[in-house]
């Protein structure tokens, strides 16, 4: 090809490439100057997404599990500023009546009272999700020669009807009683399922289940309770605990026995929330009960939901 001929091409192949670039060779409505919609990336980058922020608070059960849930949605969503506080399933049920947070982490369900109240403050209806299952464990010291009680006879120590370990299978020891305030849904449950009646006015209240665990690390005597992902400390083993003396004793530590429901010390964890969550909360709840979320709970020492849970979650989630 000469060099006159090469230059012709050259322009007319421009010339194409300014007409496409001003829109001239489109479709004639394109032309007339009707609007394209704003792609949702530019120049390869994803749009600016709207910075968020939720507050969690409440059940010192749940608090570890849902500080590492809220971490790892962070990691993927650094728009969103998720904090978790303790203090108490009551004390997170109040914060969220008084506005103070979004999301109560609760181990016991809402009172009807509660949810009068909140209804009151906010104009909204109390929705909740089931994120993760608990199994309660009974601790004692590791140099305890216990292994297995039975739901009666935890009752009868926390009743202080039974006060030393020999009385049930153990070394000649008296039993020191650990357990946690009244603000906390786990001495509900604890009340309620296992003690049917009183506190014993020998019980100690610690103001957190951590407190609990190292207490009884560190008497020989001690006998303490726990959500299930606090089993594992060095120092502190969980009893194998029987519904009734005529019953198999199971380990909450092993899977099967907590999801089965055959441990009897068994619960789900909620959180509460003012209305039905949407936008950026919405969003961190669905990561939560994902397959990613329900790994996290395992490796909390949590259990995942189950289908029961799942269904009760539609009413939020969906």
Excluded at 145 to 171: C, K, M, P
Aim: glycine share 12%; proline share 4%.
């Amino acid at each position: 090809m000469n060099q006159k001929r090469w230059l012709t091409v050259l322009g007319v192949l421009l010339l194409a490439a300014v007409m496409i670039a001003a829109g001239c060779g489109g479709p004639a409505e394109e032309q007339a100057g009707e609007p394209v919609e704003e792609a949702e990336e530019t120049n390869g980058e994803e749009a600016v997404q709207e910075p968020a922020s939720i507050m969690l608070g409440g059940s010192d059960s749940e608090v570890n599990v849902v500080a590492r849930l809220a971490e790892e949605y962070m990691n993927d969503n650094p728009h969103v500023s998720i904090a978790v506080t303790g203090g108490g399933s009551g004390v997170g049920i109040s914060s969220l009546i008084d506005g103070n947070i979004d999301v109560a982490n609760s181990s016991r369900p809402m009172k009807d009272e509660e949810m009068d109240a909140l209804r009151d403050n906010h104009g909204e209806e109390p929705y909740a999700v089931r994120f993760a299952v608990d199994g309660v464990a009974v601790l004692v010291n590791d140099a305890n020669s216990v292994e297995t009680l039975t739901v009666d006879q935890v009752g009868a120590i926390y009743r202080g009807e039974i006060t030393n370990w020999s009385e049930v299978g153990g070394d000649d020891r008296e039993i020191t009683l650990y357990g946690r305030q009244s603000t906390s849904g786990t001495y509900v449950f604890f009340m309620e399922l296992v003690v049917q009646g009183e506190y014993s006015e020998r019980k100690r209240n610690m103001a957190g289940t951590s407190d609990i665990v190292e207490a009884v690390i560190g008497d020989a005597g001690g006998i303490g309770y726990a959500a299930i992902g606090y089993a594992d400390e060095d120092g502190v083993k969980a009893l194998d605990i029987a519904a009734d003396q005529d019953s198999e004793a199971y380990d909450p530590t092993v899977l099967e026995n907590v999801t089965s429901g055959n441990y009897p010390l068994t619960r789900p964890l909620y959180q509460y929330m003012a209305g039905k969550p949407e936008g950026a909360q919405l969003d961190y709840l669905l990561f939560e009960v994902s397959e990613p979320g329900q790994g996290i709970v395992l490796e909390e020492g949590f259990y995942p939901i189950t289908e029961a849970d799942r269904e009760f979650n539609k009413n939020a989630l969906q």
